[in-house]
């Protein structure tokens, strides 16, 4: 059974440009949640869908942004990216909108020059 | 914003010793989790203790929770070369989102 899926793995992207990062849940699990980590902190939250509808939102501005597809797949953007936007980002599904048994994938680090 | 502190910030034992790593948060919790996660990859779910639990055991794993002091603990007990990762502990409030504290490095010499 997968886990938690995310692409792509690494990305270099230069100031000013558009990032999409892709997230693919454990099957039957309805949530996915977007957390930012930079290097040497703690992971902090971004967005959370569940069912396809926002249901939480981190104190990230609205150059971020993130759907969830039919299939609970989900999608988060960035624009004019920033050096400072330059992290891992981190993609957690669970069954419910509930804060337990959250299951992570590998992350995507972006690297913003 | 981080919830609050992991202590120590770094740890460093030989292989066979316990490790403990302590967690301090500052708002009301739902419950408690820690997440471990190697060479700053993804997060690998440990142990979720709820708020009115006071201890919780899996394995070589043992926490304990004190919500009048708001802090947690996590022991390993006979540590492995295996073992050495960041350790993160996070809380959630009243549903969705967690909040992770800074994190805790261990590592386990062989």
């Known amino acids: 059974d997968a886990g938690v899926t995310q692409s792509p793995t690494h990305l270099i992207k230069t100031r000013g440009q558009h990032v999409t990062l892709r997230c693919s849940p454990i099957s039957g699990h309805k949530s996915v949640s977007w957390y930012q980590q930079v290097l040497g902190q703690g992971p902090q939250f971004i967005f959370q869908y569940y069912e396809k509808e926002e249901r939480g939102r981190g104190n990230f501005p609205d150059r971020f942004s993130a759907r969830q597809f039919p299939n609970y797949s989900s999608e988060l953007n960035v624009n004019a990216l920033l050096l400072g936007d330059s992290a891992l980002y981190l993609c957690?599904?669970?069954?419910?909108?509930?804060?337990?048994?959250?299951?992570f994938g590998s992350g995507t680090r972006l690297t913003v020059v | 914003s981080q919830q609050g502190e992991e202590d120590p910030q770094a740890l460093s034992i030989q292989e066979g010793e316990n490790a403990t790593m302590n967690c301090s948060y500052k708002t009301s919790i739902n419950n408690l989790q820690w997440y471990r996660q190697n060479s700053g990859r993804g997060l690998v779910h440990l142990i979720l203790i709820r708020s009115n639990e006071r201890e919780k055991h899996s394995g070589r794993l043992r926490v304990t929770l004190d919500t009048s002091k708001k802090s947690s603990s996590l022991l390993i007990t006979a540590s492995r070369a295996a073992d050495t990762a960041s350790y993160f502990c996070a809380t959630t409030e009243y549903g969705n989102k967690l909040v992770f504290g800074a994190g805790t490095i261990l590592r386990v010499k062989s």
């Open positions: 957690a599904s669970s069954l419910g909108d509930r804060g337990n048994g959250y299951t």
